[in-house]
């Protein structure tokens, strides 16, 4: 390894504009990587979810709702008669 001044001694001391520039440059990079893996994780969860409602769309028959409806009716009209006068 060759000696050299740098090797030995601290660089020039940077201005305190430079400073700034260095660390907005740097808070601007994790801001952009932050925002990119946010981004790329809002896409996946988007997709599962779709993937998952078309899924319990297509699993769900359209007759099951009224079925279901019909159950709860069900249920309250024979409460109301069994609490009759």
Known sequence: ??????????PGKLSAQDRASLTDNAAKQIINAEADQRARKTERLRQLR??????????????AK????????????????????
Do not use: C, H, W, Y
Request: hydrophobic share 40%; proline share 5%.
């Open 1 to 10: 390894m060759a000696a050299s001044k740098e090797a030995f001694f601290k």
């Open 50 to 63: 779709e993937a998952q409602e078309a899924t319990i769309i297509a699993d769900v028959p359209v007759s």
């Open 66 to 85: 009224k079925t279901i409806r019909q159950e709860l009716t069900g249920r309250i009209s024979s409460i109301a008669r069994s609490n009759g006068p």
